[in-house]
Every structure is written in structure tokens, then in C-alpha cells.
């Protein structure tokens, strides 16, 4: 009888929507984002002027940040599947606070290279665990709703982090940094104790046909429909998150011109745009197909692409560069928009409930390879002073990202693309030809 409760309890959970426990996490999201807004803008200033080690040292600790992801993220998806998402955030989120904390004490090219793998290894477990969490507390109906707010929150939380950051650090004064990193390991704790106190529900049970098939990574690269996806999604980190503050600062600053300060406007209008608009995007995007939506983010970037190389032949007209700019900064914005709430959901859909973990680990992994590819990509092109062929070339990245959502399109079902089914029709009921095929 006790038992039958409680299964009655879970699913009435699922149904609704866990709401307390979903609660927990998108405020332990909250306040990681927060302290991270209070390091991630400073941490090539700290490397390079303040331990005065130099720009070489300052883009190795971004590497080994990066490469981190890599060494730990094929095991992280699979204690996700084996133990759960709690144990993994708590112990994510410990060893990136004691990296953090032990980075902004380190004075030595070595230390900083070890704390910087420990901060990245750890911060980069917290990722899929947290999106496993949030799958696990919402339903398919809520689902996009709490990707969305999670999306909302971070940029809320990192903005206001690196507001207040920005009043704190002085590079003459080391110890400015070194409480800017302690506030992100406090943080990082705040999420471990938030997030994994939170009561999460238990996965659903998986088909007997799922738990005789291929698990691990095995099973996500047979899965052509999740490859395909993760092609899809290293174009959209490649070409937006990785130029972001990389390709497009440096255009920016070296080529248009433009001052730091109104490069900080334009990121805060990056910031305003996704969190004044992203409510309302979930609620259009929940009547349209996924696949449209990405297509859709696709074209609106190449139309930030089209106002950098406006910023760019109109350099010498200081106020029209400076429209041009943060333009483009808020158009990635509205494309970030409209893939908040379809990235996710689309992950979540096509992983088996059993292998939810190393699926989330896997896209978190292509996404931690195009952030680290895009910035070296970008610079290195604005660097050698061809700006156009930079801009060409994200350009055409964009213009395959409206293609390549397209072409996904048929590898999903209806259910995965949230297309609505196509009404039914009696016998009798006499239906054009051309009603049927946009039907289809």
C-alpha cells in the first residue's frame, strides 16, 4: 500500500511538475552564474597584469580551462546514469570552489595551470548535472519553460556579478582578484548546498528493449539523430558563443575602434535583450517546431553578421559604429533567445530515461570544444587584419546553421521537433492536394 503511494506521489510529481526541487536548482543556477560574472571577465587581466605573467600564460590557463571539460566529462555522464545528478553536482561543485579559491591565491605559471584544470574540471562537471536535474523536475510540457529561465537567470546572475566585480577589481591591487575568486568558490559551495539538497525525482523506468541496448558514449554516437544535433550545436557555439567575447570584442576594439566601454554597453544590452525578451520567446516558440526555431536564431545572427560589417565600413563615423556594434550584440541576444528553450528540451527528448546523464555530458562536451575552438578561430583571422574574410566566414557558419536545423527536421519525430499533428480528415472530406504537403 505504501508502496503504491508513493509511486502514485511520483507520478503525480511528473505530471505536474516538481516544483519545489526545480525551484532549489535554478536558484543554485542563479548564484553560480552570479560569482561567475565576478571571474570569468577578469581572468586573462588576472593572469596577465596582475601576476604579470603575460598574455602566453594568460591563454594557456584558458586552455587547460577548456581541456579540463574534456578529461572529465565522458566519466561525468556516466555517474550521472549510475548515481544520479546530486552526487555529482555536490562533488562538482567542490572541487571547482577549491580550484576558484585556490586559483586567485596562486602567483606561478604552474599553480595557476593546475587550479585552472581543477576550476574547469569541476565547474564543467556541474553542467549536465544540473540540466539532468532540471529534466528530471519538469514535465515535456514544462520543460522549455524551465531551460529557458535557467538561460535567463544565468545571463541575469553573470551580468549583475560582473556589475558589481567590475566596482571591485583594481589591477594594482592583487587582493581585489583574489576576493573576487573567493566570492565565485562561495558561490560554487552556495550551489552545491542548494541545488544538491534538492529532492529530485527518481528517473523513469527504462523499456526492457532500452536496457538491452548500447550504453555510454556507444549509444550516443549510434544515434543519428543526437549526432546530427551535436553537428548543429557546435555550429551554434562555434559561431556565437565562441565570438562573443573573443571574434567580436576583438573586431570591435582593433578594427571599428570602439572604446572598452562601449563594448561593455553592448554586452549589457546582450544581457537586457535575452532577459526582457526570453519569456515571451518560450511562449512563440511553444506553437512553432524546434528546427524552426534554430533555423530561425540562424537567420537573425546573420543579421548581427550584416551590422559588424555595416560597424566596419562605417569605422570612421564614430556614433554609427558604436549603433552597428551593440546592435550586433543584441541580436545574438534574440537568437539566444529562441534557442534557450528548443536546445535542451530537443537533448532531454531523444535520450533514452537510463542514459540521460552521458547524453547531457556529451552536448555539454561539443559545446566546451567550439567555445575553446571559436575564440582561437576568431582572433586569429581580426588578428591578421582580415576582417572581411572573418566576417565571410561566420557568415557562412550562420548561413549552414539554418540548413543543418532543416536537414535535422526529418531525423526527429513529432513529438522530439514539437510539431503539432496533422489534423484528421474522414473519407468524405475532400482535402487539396497542397493542404496535404504543408500538412506534412
Known amino acids: 500500500m505504501t508502496g503504491t503511494v508513493k509511486q502514485q506521489g511520483r507520478q503525480e510529481q511528473r505530471r505536474h511538475g516538481a516544483g519545489g526541487p526545480l525551484r532549489r536548482v535554478q536558484i543554485g543556477n542563479a548564484l553560480s552564474a552570479f560569482g561567475s560574472g565576478f571571474t570569468m571577465p577578469y581572468m586573462f587581466v588576472y593572469v596577465d597584469q596582475v601576476r604579470g605573467l603575460g598574455s602566453l600564460a594568460a591563454g594557456m590557463v584558458f586552455t587547460v580551462f577548456a581541456l579540463a571539460a574534456l578529461v572529465v566529462l565522458p566519466f561525468t555522464g556516466r555517474s550521472i546514469d549510475r548515481y544520479g545528478p546530486r552526487p555529482v553536482l555536490v562533488a562538482g561543485s567542490v572541487v571547482a570552489a577549491v580550484g576558484a579559491f585556490a586559483f586567485g591565491h596562486a602567483s606561478g605559471t604552474p599553480a595557476l595551470l593546475l587550479f585552472s584544470f581543477l576550476f574547469g574540471a569541476g565547474f564543467t562537471t556541474c553542467q549536465p548535472a544540473l540540466a539532468t536535474m532540471i529534466v528530471r523536475c519538469s514535465t515535456r510540457a514544462t520543460r522549455a519553460h524551465a531551460f529557458a529561465l535557467q538561460f535567463t537567470l544565468v545571463n541575469l546572475g553573470m551580468g549583475i556579478g560582473a556589475l558589481i566585480g567590475g566596482q571591485i577589481v583594481d589591477v594594482a591591487e592583487p587582493g581585489s582578484l583574489t576576493l573576487l575568486f573567493s566570492i565565485e568558490a562561495a558561490a560554487l559551495l552556495a550551489l552545491g548546498v542548494v541545488a544538491g539538497s534538492a529532492r529530485i525525482p527518481a528517473a523513469e523506468a527504462a523499456p526492457a528493449e532500452q536496457k538491452a541496448g548500447p550504453s555510454g558514449l556507444r549509444a ?131 535520450a533514452p530515461a537510463r542514459l540521460l546523464g552521458t547524453y547531457n555530458a556529451g552536448y555539454a562536451m561539443v559545446k566546451q570544444i567550439s567555445v575553446a575552438v571559436g575564440p582561437a578561430v576568431g582572433v586569429l583571422l581580426v588578428g591578421s587584419g582580415t576582417w572581411p574574410l572573418y566576417l565571410a566566414a561566420m557568415a557562412g557558419c550562420t548561413l549552414l546553421i539554418v540548413l543543418t536545423a532543416l536537414r535535422l527536421r526529418p531525423h526527429l519525430t513529432p513529438a522530439q521537433d514539437n510539431a503539432r499533428p496533422a489534423p484528421l480528415h474522414t473519407a468524405s472530406e475532400a482535402v487539396p492536394v497542397r493542404a496535404l504537403q504543408t500538412a506534412a
Open 220 to 350: 550516443l554516437v549510434a544515434d543519428k539523430a543526437m549526432l546530427r544535433l551535436c553537428v548543429l550545436a557546435a555550429l551554434i557555439f562555434f559561431t556565437c558563443y565562441g565570438q562573443f567575447e573573443s571574434g567580436v570584442a576583438a573586431f570591435a576594439t582593433d578594427t571599428v575602434g570602439v572604446a572598452p566601454s562601449t563594448l561593455g554597453l553592448a554586452i549589457g544590452a546582450n544581457a537586457l535583450t535575452i532577459v526582457v525578451l526570453q519569456m515571451f520567446v518560450v511562449r512563440i516558440t511553444a506553437r512553432r517546431r524546434r528546427t524552426t526555431a534554430m533555423a530561425a536564431a540562424g537567420l537573425v545572427w546573420l543579421v548581427a553578421w550584416t551590422a559588424a560589417l555595416v560597424a566596419g565600413l562605417v569605422k570612421a563615423e564614430a556614433m554609427a559604429a558604436t549603433v552597428a556594434i551593440v546592435s550586433v550584440y543584441a541580436l545574438f541576444g534574440v537568437g539566444e533567445s529562441l534557442l534557450a528553450p528548443t536546445l535542451g528540451p530537443i537533448v532531454a527528448d531523444l
